[in-house]
């Protein structure tokens, strides 16, 4: 919103008056001087004047009375009642792509913010002052949480300067601005609501008529509870999200790092920035840099050999700050082997994939190609699901190397007894069970063999007693 020159003038009697305020630091409309009010005071309700304002939010609305009609670019709309403000989230945090979407403000006591069961923030203002609000969603193709940060001003509608008050100082700030006198400052739009007393979008000598006589009326000041209300945008880092390695991890393979780069703030991106490590342990303690490894492509050398694998993605965007966003570092869980190494697989299956008619009690048999070990590492299962019911009836977990046992190449299940006329599938996380000969991660039966899941139907079951 930016001033408009008009071309009418004010009538002697009232220049007169303001030129006195410029003068003398007081006001003088008709009839007395202008009153001081306290521009926090609050009535029984607080009412909010509008249009309300957003300042550098891409994705939302410059005004609560904008219209995307004639826009080439959707904005989300500000929806301005007399004592909320709501804001749609679903375009923002598309539910969609996000969840546990919620909003939260940094001092209650000036508004108190929420997300309603229609995914829409809700702004509740009750005095003037500043306040951060933080947007907080769930990113559900990771589990990561992302945040989207501006601010709220509120003032009491009159008061141009923002210093609390509502006097003689804000006359004068306005004619300032009238008369040009600072023509080499640029307003924020958070300034230039402030200054819209007759709240008609635009900023001109009718403000100033408005604000002298609408103390003559007393329609504004200490008995006013109209206020003001502008959002701005605070600068968030973008986000790597979901970020994974592709690529066979063997000597002489390329590997790459992939990721989803989210700018809340809707900035231009800019190429990340890579660093590869490598490390001697999964969990990634002594990675030594890689020096001169910072694409996001990597070929792996014989340096690598019994090593793990990590890249590290640094975000950036180009258009403002902060340009870098949080560091994630993340591997490729399996170990390098050499070229040469047969890649793990899993011979054959007991019950074979697909059977029909096991048996309730039947062991449970899986065999690898070459000697195996158990993975002692937190987050690897076996487990046993019985798909007709949608339920799991058992979980063993290779941390605690119970439920089942491992000799050579073949891992037995300790069967429960299932149950009858069931169809089952045997979960086996990828990297569950190790190569002995080299640490490589073995694969697990959701993939197994052509990229089919372990499935198998059990018999029916006996007849029910008579």
């Known amino acids: 919103m930016k001033g408009k020159q008009n071309k009418k003038r004010l009538k002697p009697i009232l220049k007169k008056s303001m030129l006195t305020a410029l003068g003398l630091g007081i006001a003088l409309p008709i009839g007395g001087t202008l009153p001081q009010a306290d521009a926090g005071a609050i009535g029984p309700e607080i009412k909010i004047s509008q249009p309300v304002l957003s300042e550098y939010i891409r994705w939302l609305s410059r005004s609560s009375e904008d219209s995307n009609q004639h826009s080439l670019v959707s904005y989300t709309p500000i929806e301005a009642l007399d004592e909320t403000v709501e804001i749609d989230l679903n375009n923002h945090f598309s539910l969609a792509t996000y969840d546990s979407v919620k909003a939260s403000s940094d001092n209650p006591s000036v508004a108190y913010v929420y997300v309603n069961n229609e995914n829409k923030l809700v702004v509740i203002p009750y005095r003037d002052g500043k306040i951060n609000i933080e947007l907080k969603a769930n990113y559900t193709l990771s589990g990561e949480t992302v945040t989207d940060n501006f601010e709220l001003y509120i003032s009491k509608q009159g008061d141009v300067n923002n210093d609390g008050q509502v006097n003689a100082a804000d006359a004068v700030a306005l004619l300032k601005h009238l008369r040009n006198e600072f023509n080499r400052r640029s307003y924020s739009a958070v300034e230039m609501n402030r200054m819209d007393v007759d709240r008609d979008s635009e ?61 809340v703030d809707e900035d231009m991106s800019n190429e990340p920035l890579y660093q590869w490590y490598r490390t001697s342990d999964s969990w990634g303690t002594e990675k030594q840099i890689i020096t001169g490894e910072t694409s996001k492509n990597y070929n792996i050398t014989a340096d690598d050999l019994g090593k793990y694998l990590f890249l590290e993605v640094t975000p950036r965007s180009i258009s403002d700050e902060p340009f870098l966003g949080r560091s994630l570092m993340f591997s490729g869980r399996e170990v390098v082997t050499s070229a040469e190494n047969a890649q793990g697989a899993i011979q054959s299956l007991s019950p074979s994939n697909g059977s029909t008619d096991v048996k309730v009690n039947e062991p449970l048999v899986i065999t690898f190609n070459q000697p195996i070990k158990m993975n002692t590492e937190m987050g690897y299962s076996i487990i046993i699901r019985n798909l007709t019911s949608n339920s799991v009836e058992a979980t063993y977990f290779t941390l605690f190397q119970i439920g089942f046992s491992v000799n050579e190449s073949t891992v037995t299940i300790n069967n429960p007894t299932l149950q009858y006329n069931s169809n089952y599938s045997i979960e086996i996380s990828e990297g569950a069970f190790m190569a002995i000969s080299d640490n490589a991660l073995m694969p697990g039966t959701i993939v197994e063999q052509n990229g089919e899941q372990w499935t198998f139907t059990t018999k029916e079951g006996p007849p029910p007693p008579p």
Do not use: C, H
Request: aromatic share 12%; no cysteine; net charge negative.
């Open 203 to 263: 900023v001109n000598w009718s403000d100033a008529n408005a604000l002298l006589y609408g103390y003559a009326e007393n329609k504004l000041g200490k008995k006013d509870n109209r206020y003001v209300l502008t959002f701005k945008e605070v600068q968030d880092a973008p986000f790597a999200l979901n970020a994974k390695i592709t690529g066979e991890m063997k000597v002489g393979s390329t590997i790459t790092g992939t990721y989803d780069q989210l700018d």
